[in-house]
Structure formats: structure tokens, C-alpha cells
């Protein structure tokens, strides 16, 4: 891992000062020997016959010394059967490492530790120490500081932030907890800064921004952390590195984050991170991977995600992007993971997806996504890996929406229904009445339903229908772990004109689906009750002399219109020759 590379660098770097030569005395001082001889009794490390004379000349145990044999400058408390680490550890005044990795028994450091201003590393990585002395800040020559996989709790001392020498400091997978302190922004030497797995709370200090350029690695990941991600860290213009996974952040993405140039990592997946993914981040020049799945982003995916050569893993899976998925993508080259199920997604989706030559997997599943094009489903299905059926799962539109049964004041919507038809859903019905606006009308109730009656229906208008698809999310089920609702796109539109009613003595039938059924409906509305045991004979009569009645009052009207015209005309003809006269 990057993390590691980057932690071993620092080590060696920190430990080039332990192999120095220059010498100071011919042999160890006898307090620096009896102060030894304390600590082996106090450790309960048995010294035998090989504790005599010289400690580096005989080679003392649990001892390395420089190669003039004059200090000693690393103990190592390996073997230590006790659990305290004694306070004649700060008599050792050459003491460059303390180490007692990778395990030891020791639970406490004493605060004699300050002493030591000389030391640079100490290094008790998997060990029982439950607390940080806050003197550990008074060995102001530290470089090295790891105690991660220990038993830490307690806070971290804001004194640590007087190391000005100090690169790393490793303090992962403890069970430290309160605040970070504002004080660790004057680690001016610092590149590497791990607090991921413990239990730490508020809000991530500013002070971490800025000052500290020589930064590469912040990892804050799976603590308690809450409050927005400071934009100062877009300062931080050397870092690689930045995981701030599993918190509770909120707020913004800043878009400062797009100022650093050598990020190759941004890790801040399961937050409850909102708004919009800026496009700034696109001018992450050297970024890999991109983690911002878990949240609840909305928008859509900037397009300018597709000018990223670098990126080879990018995760916005489980949020509420919208949009479709830009066909920009096709340009990445280098992209071996595309993670994006669980979201608003929408549309078709784009051909030039096929384009990608390093694409290992792609997860589309749980949105609102299609394709007609048969070469581009069969990729999608053998990048989906364990997915592999992801069109099994899109919120996508109906198809063949008709209407049929139509009256004066109702019509019947029929439709085939999508293949998801698990999770709670149903489907929504849009109205237009006369080239107005598309309204909601009214809803299925699940995803199987194939139809619905649209009632209370003008007579002879003009209307419009067109389906909607959603689908509910609540959150509770792992594999739909963020509460939303997925639209699809609309159906195709299916237009009707409601028979006419009887006014007047007159009616009309409707432009589509009109059946002789709507106008035996239509003679019965103006007859008394007494019509219904009239015998087929009557009824057929009554509707033929309806029509005729029907016909003379059209050619009436039709007299009507062209009398009216004839008179129009002669008055403007009189009008006329006023104003020649004039």
C-alpha cells in the first residue's frame, strides 16, 4: 500500500542519524551503565553472565551502540517481562530509538521519557501502552513517533505539537478519544499523520491546513469526526494521501481540494457529505482514485471527470446523483473501476463507455439507466462482475402506454410493465388538458400493476398521458443503503379526445376511441328513467332522430354564419364608399 511506502520512507529517514560516528567518549559513563542494570531488573530480563564490563564493548543485550562502541543509542524492550517501562530510561542521554516492535508487554512510558533530547524515534507499534505522556512533547528531537495497534485511550496532548522535528506520527487503530488538537498544526516537520481507527470527536482543526508543506499523508479515517472538511487542506500542496473515510463529516466538498497537484488518493466515502461534487477536482492532475460513495451528494457527475488521464478508480456509488453518465468517461484510459450503482442516475448510457481499455468492473446497478445498443449491454453485463444482470435492476420508463375505453369523463391507460419490479415502487400517471402544462394525476400501487383509469374527465377535450417509473429506497437494506427515490424518464405520450355529452339537444363523439356505446350513453343522460325498458327498436329510433335533430340544427347554425358574414360584408362596402366620398 501507498500508506506503507510512505511510512517506511520516514522511517529510514529518521534512521539515518543512528548510524552517526561521532564519538564522544571512549566508553559508556557508569551512570549510563548502572541506569541499565536498573532497567534490566525492573524489566525482569534476566542478565546472566553476559551483563560484565563495557555494555557496547560485550554487547549487552537489548542494546545497539555507535561504531565507536560509546553510546548507546538504541534499547530495545523486546524481551521485557514487566510492564512498565522505568524512569532510569531517561539517564540514557545518547538514546536515539526506543522500540519495542513489533509487540511488547510494556503498558506505561514514564514522563522521564522528556530527558531524552537526543531520541528520534520511538517506535512500540502493537503494544499495551494505554496512554500518551504529555512529556513525550518535551523530546523535542523526535522524528518518529508510532504507537499504532496499542491499547491507547485517553487524548492526544496538544504538547505534541511542540515536535518541530517531527515526521511521522503513527497513532492508528487505538481507542483514543476527544478532540484533535489545534496545536498539531505546528508540526512544521511533519509528512506523515495516521489517526484512522480510534474514537476521536469534533470537527477536523483548520490548523492541519496550510503550515505544514512538507504533508503527504492525513489519515483521519473511521473516527467520529463531525463539522465540514476545512479548505485550508487544499493548502496542504505536497499531500498524496487524504482519507477521511468513515466519519460523520458534513457540508461541502470544498472545491479547494482541486488545488492539490500531487493528491493521488481522496478517500471520503461514508460521510454525510451533501451538495454538489465540484468540478474542481478534475484538476487533480495525478489522482488515481477518487472515493466519495456513502453520502448524500446530489447533481450530477461533472463532465470534466473525463479529462482525469490519471484516475483509475473512481466511487460515487450510494448518493443522489442525477443526470446521466457523461460520455466524457470514454476518454479514460487509465479508469480499472467506474462504482456508481445506488444513485438517481438516469438516461442512456453512453456508447463511448466501451471505449475504456483498462476497465475491469463496472457497477451500474439500482438507478434509472438504459441501452438499446445490444454490443454495449453484453460489456456491461461481463464488467459487472457478481452484477452482471444490471439492467435487471434500473427504475426505467413503461412501455406501449395506450388508452382505451374512453368516455365522456374517463379513459383507460394500459401499459407493459419494467422487469424491476422488486423494492417498493409503483407508477405515476402525468395529464395534459388542451396543450397545457403536464400534471400529476395518480399513482399505482406497486410496480406490477399494468393499468390505470384516469377519471372525472372533461367531455370532449383534449388530453395527453404520459407514465413516470419510481422506485423508494428507504435505506435499511444493505444492498440499497442510502434512503432516495429513483425517476426514470418518461413514457412515450398517448393523446385521447373524451366523447361529448349532451347539451342542449346536441352532442359530439370524440376524435379517438369513439364507439357507438358512447353515444347510447350520451341519449340516456337527457332521458327520464323510464328509458332503460325502452325495447332495442325504440332505442335505435330515438338515436336516429337524434341525429337528424342533430343535422338541421347544424345546417341551421351554418345559415346563421352565413348571413352574418354577408351582412359583414355589405357594412364594410358601405364604409368604404363614406371614406371615398370624404
Keep these: 500500500m501507498r500508506i506503507n511506502t510512505l511510512a517506511k520512507t520516514v522511517l529510514a529517514f529518521s534512521a539515518l542519524s543512528l548510524v552517526a560516528t561521532t564519538a564522544v567518549q571512549a566508553q559508556v559513563s557508569e551512570k549510563e551503565k548502572d541506569a541499565?542494570?536498573?532497567?534490566?531488573?525492573?524489566?525482569?530480563?534476566?542478565?546472566?553472565d553476559w551483563a560484565v564490563g563495557d555494555p557496547c564493548e560485550n554487547k549487552w543485550h537489548n542494546i545497539h551502540c555507535n561504531k565507536e562502541k560509546s553510546e548507546i543509542r538504541v534499547f530495545d524492550v523486546y524481551h521485557a517481562h514487566k510492564k512498565e517501562l522505568p524512569a532510569?530510561?531517561?539517564d540514557l542521554k545518547d538514546l536515539r530509538m526506543i522500540t519495542g516492535w513489533p509487540s511488547s508487554l510494556i503498558t506505561k512510558l514514564p514522563k522521564e521519557i522528556k530527558n531524552l533530547k537526543k531520541l528520534e524515534v520511538l517506535a512500540f507499534g502493537n503494544s499495551r501502552i494505554k496512554e500518551i505522556p504529555k512529556e513525550l512533547?518535551?523530546?523535542?528531537?523526535?522524528?518518529?513517533?508510532?504507537?499504532?495497534?496499542?491499547?491507547?485511550?485517553?487524548?492526544?496532548?496538544?504538547?505534541?505539537?511542540?515536535?518541530k522535528n517531527l515526521h511521522y506520527l503513527g497513532l492508528y487503530q487505538n481507542n483514543l478519544t476527544g478532540e484533535i488538537p489545534k496545536e498539531l498544526g505546528g508540526l512544521e516537520s511533519i509528512i506523515y499523520l495516521d489517526f484512522g481507527r480510534n474514537k476521536l470527536t469534533g470537527e477536523i482543526p483548520k490548523e492541519l491546513g496550510g503550515d505544514l508543506r512538507y504533508l503527504k499523508l492525513i489519515s483521519l479515517s473511521q473516527n467520529r469526526l463531525k463539522g465540514k472538511i476545512p479548505k485550508e487542506l487544499g493548502d496542504l500542496d505536497q499531500l498524496r494521501v487524504l482519507n477521511l473515510n468513515y466519519n460523520e463529516l458534513e457540508g461541502e466538498i470544498p472545491k479547494e481540494l482541486g488545488n492539490l497537484k500531487h493528491l493521488e488518493d481522496l478517500l471520503l466515502w461514508r460521510n454525510n457529505l451533501t451538495g454538489k461534487i465540484p468540478k474542481e477536482l478534475s484538476n487533480l492532475s495525478n489522482i488515481e482514485q477518487i472515493q466519495l460513495g456513502r453520502n448524500k451528494l446530489e447533481g450530477e457527475i461533472p463532465k470534466e471527470f473525463g479529462n482525469i488521464s490519471s484516475l483509475r478508480h473512481l466511487a460515487l456509488y450510494a448518493n443522489k446523483l442525477t443526470g446521466e453518465i457523461p460520455k466524457e468517461f470514454g476518454e479514460l484510459d487509465n479508469l480499472t473501476w467506474l462504482h456508481v450503482f445506488s444513485n438517481k442516475l438516469e438516461g442512456e448510457i453512453p456508447s463511448d463507455l466501451q471505449d475504456m481499455e483498462s476497465i475491469e468492473k463496472i457497477e451500474l446497478t439500482d438507478n434509472a439507466l438504459f441501452t438499446d445498443n445490444t454490443d454495449l449491454d453484453n460489456f456491461l453485463d461481463d464488467k459487472g462482475g457478481k452484477n452482471s444482470n444490471w439492467s435487471k435492476t434500473q427504475t426505467i420508463a413503461v412501455t406501449d402506454l395506450e388508452a382505451s375505453e374512453t368516455t365522456e369523463d374517463s379513459t383507460k391507460l394500459e401499459w407493459d410493465t419494467i422487469e424491476f419490479t422488486e423494492g417498493e415502487g409503483n407508477y405515476t400517471v402525468f395529464i395534459q388538458e388542451d396543450d397545457g402544462e403536464y400534471e400529476e394525476y395518480n399513482s399505482t400501487d406497486t410496480k406490477e400493476d399494468n393499468n390505470l383509469t384516469v377519471e372525472d374527465l372533461e367531455s370532449d377535450t383534449d388530453y395527453c398521458f404520459k407514465v413516470r417509473t419510481q422506485t423508494y429506497y428507504d435505506g435499511t437494506t444493505e444492498h440499497?443503503?442510502?434512503?432516495?427515490?429513483?425517476?426514470?424518464?418518461?413514457?412515450?405520450?398517448?393523446?385521447?379526445?373524451?366523447n361529448g355529452g349532451m347539451m342542449g339537444g346536441m352532442g359530439n363523439n370524440s376524435s379517438q376511441n369513439s364507439s357507438d356505446s358512447g353515444s347510447d350513453e350520451g341519449s340516456s343522460s337527457s332521458d327520464n328513467s323510464s328509458s332503460n325498458n325502452r325495447s332495442t327498436d325504440d332505442a335505435q329510433d330515438t338515436v336516429s332522430d337524434m341525429i337528424d335533430d342533430a343535422q338541421n340544427a347544424m345546417n341551421e347554425a351554418k345559415e346563421q354564419a352565413e348571413s352574418m358574414k354577408n351582412e359583414a360584408q355589405s357594412q364594410i362596402e358601405v364604409e368604404q364608399t363614406q371614406t371615398s366620398s370624404i
Design 36 to 48: 541499565l542494570l536498573k532497567i534490566y531488573d525492573a524489566l525482569e530480563i534476566d542478565t546472566g
Design 88 to 90: 532510569e530510561i531517561g
Design 137 to 163: 512533547g518535551e523530546a523535542d528531537n523526535l522524528k518518529f513517533i508510532n504507537l499504532s495497534h496499542s491499547k491507547l485511550t485517553g487524548t492526544i496532548p496538544k504538547e505534541l505539537g511542540n515536535l
Design 480 to 498: 440499497w443503503s442510502n434512503e432516495r427515490t429513483v425517476y426514470s424518464h418518461f413514457s412515450n405520450e398517448v393523446c385521447i379526445t373524451t
